[in-house]
């Protein structure tokens, strides 16, 4: 028999089963066995297996030595409100919630034409790319690619491995304030590199956030994309004056 049905592995249609049964309640406070999970699936218990992991690492599941699998409360999802004005940090304080950035990597790169136009620059403009990640209250959040004019901002990476705040390091940069000028929402599955940095299913859903966030002159200072997880993270469009930008 294949393991995958019109293209989808049988373990992900299990886990979304249960996912479903649990949301549901027809699955309440301890998971069936294996055994029995096979059974009402039609599938072997490799495939079972595979598909509580799936959902144990999503934190819809907890396994306990010796006692079985257990339902574990839904978390509840962080709200970010996108718009103009409002940071990251700043909404999180808010939901009485820890936020800090973590610097992945960094390298210097040059403005290739979709950049160049973003941050107005010329085309080969040397630029700082920080790649990084938002934990909250100890829970991966997102991870973000962000780029910077290497010539305005020269210390922007060193300010933000310091404070694990591009608000800061900004600030420190020079700018004190600034603004979202867009936003543009799309979605797709995690990629491996991502569910590995994330910390979540193989399989998990993330909204991308693509934006150009610019001073008060309307002078162009980042252009960054960030992955959010669906299953941890709720985005909320607001008026333009509860709105969001980086972290």
């Known amino acids: 028999m294949s393991p995958f049905e019109d293209g989808v592995a049988r373990w992900r249609r299990v886990a979304d089963e249960i996912r479903s049964a649990i949301g549901e309640g027809a699955i309440v406070d301890v998971l069936p066995s294996e055994v029995d999970l096979a059974e009402r699936y039609g599938v072997n218990r490799h495939t079972v ?6 959902l144990a690492a999503e934190g819809l599941l907890r396994a ?3 006692r079985g699998t257990f339902v574990s409360a839904a978390p509840k999802r962080a709200v970010y409100p996108i718009g103009p004005r409002t940071r990251f940090s700043e909404s999180m304080l808010k939901q009485s919630l820890e936020p800090s950035g973590r610097l992945i990597r960094s390298e210097r790169v040059v403005a290739d034409t979709v950049l160049a136009g973003l941050l107005e620059l010329r085309p080969g403009a040397p630029l700082h790319r ?12 997102s991870r ?3 780029h910077f004019s290497a010539e305005r901002f020269p210390g922007i990476i060193d300010a933000y491995a310091e404070t694990g705040s591009i608000t800061a390091a900004l600030a420190r940069e020079g700018v004190t ?16 590199k991502d569910a590995d ?3 979540c299913a193989p399989d998990a859903i993330v909204l991308i956030s693509t934006a150009v966030d610019v001073d008060l002159e309307d002078r162009p200072i980042q252009s960054i994309r960030t992955k959010f997880l669906a299953d941890r993270m709720e985005l909320v469009l607001g008026p333009p004056d509860q709105s969001a930008s980086g972290l």
């Not at 920080?130 to 959040?141: F, I, K």
């Not at 304030?177 to 491996?192: G, H, K, S």
């Open 49 to 54: 297996r595979r598909a509580i992991a799936s």
């Open 177 to 192: 304030d600034y603004r979202r000028r867009e936003t543009r929402l799309t979605a797709e599955r995690v990629t491996t």
């Open 144 to 146: 973000s690619v962000s």
């Open 130 to 141: 920080l790649d990084s990640l938002s934990v909250v209250s100890g829970m991966p959040m």
């Open 197 to 199: 940095l994330l910390s």
């Open 64 to 66: 306990e030595r010796g």
